[in-house]
């Protein structure tokens, strides 16, 4: 008998991806990446402001105080988007917004809150360090950097990180199909009446939910009955999917079936029993 450690590892080990396809970036979500996603550019793609304030050179800075001081010359004002492409000159500066590209000259950002503006000049009351306020390129991604590997599971957060590498199709793996099968003559829909010794099949719908947590799709097949030909119907329509989970039927009594069943219609059993209660008689099979 297994321990549920060496079950696990037994059915893992069993698995074998399904092929790849292509799916669309907004359909991305909680699908398992089929390759590596390389970034083919910077990110940022650009040195950017990471706050409102003025772009200016660090060396152009310095204490401003008395009557007549005349700071910094007011050139002109870039926002996100935008770009100032002529650069500031030597004791000027630029009104700068967040997320707006650093003007070439400037190599600090100094923020707003921190000068006087009069008469198209500001007035600098410390000195700005080079590099201050500035959101480098590159600084989050390097253009060839392996972003995400095979494998991942592509979460919200991770659905951002594609956009912006503009990933507008996203190689995933196939969803697997996992076909639900329960059993047993006293089972019934959850709509009908409690009758002769019947109980509701609550089973069918917690597997479909646990599939679904899984990242999978469920196939509910219906529920077989104790006989040996409903089970074979059922159990090969079964097959047809990825994967198949069915619920009861593989213990010792008269009328546990399905394993035997299996057995008939080519299927491998890899282990049965397994050292948990309750749920002892589980039975892993492959069907090649």
């Excluded at 923020?111 to 410390?126: H, S």
């Excluded at 079936?257 to 589980?282: D, Y």
Aim: aromatic share 4%.
């Amino acid at each position: 008998m297994l321990s549920l450690d060496q079950a696990l590892e037994s059915v893992l080990g069993a698995i074998v991806p399904l092929e790849a396809e292509s799916c669309d970036l907004s359909s991305s979500h909680l699908r398992v990446l089929a390759a590596d996603m390389v970034a083919s550019n910077d990110i940022p793609p650009f040195d950017n402001a990471s706050m409102d304030g003025y772009a200016v050179s660090a060396d152009d800075t310095r204490p401003v105080s008395g009557p007549g001081a005349i700071g910094l010359e007011l050139q002109g004002e870039v926002g996100a988007g935008d770009s100032f492409a002529s650069g500031i000159g030597a004791g000027k500066t630029v009104r700068i917004l967040t997320g707006a590209m650093i003007p070439p000259g400037a190599d600090a950002v100094i923020e707003q809150e921190r000068v006087t503006v009069r008469d198209g000049r500001i007035r600098i009351e410390a000195l700005v360090e080079k590099g201050r306020n500035i959101r480098r390129r590159g600084e989050d991604i390097r253009s060839g950097q392996t972003v995400l590997t095979k494998g991942s599971l592509v979460t919200s957060a991770r659905v951002g990180v594609l956009a912006s590498l503009g990933a507008r199709s996203v190689p995933v793996f196939k969803t697997p199909r996992v076909a639900i099968l329960t059993t047993g003559n006293e089972l019934v829909d959850v709509d009908q009446p409690l009758e002769g010794g019947k109980i509701r099949d609550s089973n069918a719908y917690t597997l479909s939910a646990l599939v679904r947590d899984a990242g999978c799709i469920p196939v509910m097949i219906g529920r077989a009955a104790d006989s040996s030909s409903d089970l074979r119907t059922k159990l090969v329509a079964g097959l047809g999917c990825d994967a198949l989970i069915t619920s009861g039927g593989v213990s010792v009594g008269d009328r546990d079936l399905v394993l035997e069943t299996l057995k008939q219609i080519g299927a491998e059993v890899r282990f049965w029993k397994v050292n948990i209660k309750p749920g002892m008689p589980f039975a892993f099979c492959l069907h090649l």
